[in-house]
């Protein structure tokens, strides 16, 4: 009798599961494609906001994989502004997602901080303008945290989510320079296209 009472319960677990299990994975085949476009535009308007003068962004990928973007001020991409990437970097309790914009001289031209789980109240604060604006006009040689003897202010309380930043950022601009042309060895099509 014992053993008909734990197969009845098994069976009953079963057959919960089984429809927990069939309805989950309907949500997520109805939800999926909402999230996916949702993540999608998100990222077009931080590729946007740290390169706000480009018209077309191209995905570009390099040999390693990687994936980033070169700005053109232009249509017809006759014009390139620069160059668009993402940072990740290790902060107190998450991976932090950076977007970077960088102008063909090396200068940082924005950056949005576009994912994070940090301590609220504090390595959140990553996403504030004021944060963020510090970075503006630096090269990658530039990046530290006040700290070590750096231009950006780490943020109160959350120097490890400052560090995670400005040190994903200084690493993903010094890769994306490894396998782009030397910076201003190229013709400054900004300047041909103006005349």
């Known amino acids: 009798m014992k053993t008909d009472g734990i197969l009845k319960l098994g069976g009953t677990l079963f057959?919960?599961?089984?429809?927990?299990a069939v309805?989950?994975?309907?949500?997520?085949?109805?939800?999926r494609p909402k999230i996916?476009?949702?993540e999608r535009?998100?990222?077009?308007?931080a590729i946007k906001s740290v390169m706000p003068d480009a018209v077309v962004f191209v995905r570009r990928e390099a040999e390693n994989g990687k994936e980033y973007y070169e700005?053109?001020?232009?249509p017809d991409t006759t014009v390139s502004l620069g160059y668009v990437t993402t940072a990740y970097g290790s902060g107190f309790s998450s991976t932090v997602r950076t977007v970077v914009g960088v102008d063909k001289n090396g200068s940082i031209r924005?950056?949005?901080?576009?994912?994070?789980?940090?301590?609220?109240?504090?390595g959140t604060h990553s996403q504030d303008d004021w944060f963020q604006k510090q970075f503006r006009g630096l090269t990658?040689?530039?990046?530290l945290v006040n700290k070590d003897g750096g231009k950006i202010k780490a943020i109160t309380g959350a120097t490890i989510t400052s560090r995670a930043v400005t040190n994903s950022i200084k690493s993903s601009l010094n890769e994306l320079f490894s396998y782009l042309p030397p910076l201003g060895t190229e013709k400054d099509s900004l300047s041909e296209g103006e005349n």
Do not use: F, H, R
């Open 15 to 20: 057959i919960v599961t089984l429809i927990a």
């Open 23 to 31: 309805a989950l994975a309907k949500i997520n085949s109805i939800t």
């Open 36 to 38: 996916e476009e949702q």
């Open 41 to 45: 535009l998100e990222k077009q308007q």
């Open 71 to 74: 700005a053109y001020k232009n």
């Open 110 to 122: 924005g950056i949005k901080v576009v994912y994070q789980q940090e301590t609220p109240g504090l």
């Open 140 to 143: 990658p040689d530039e990046l």
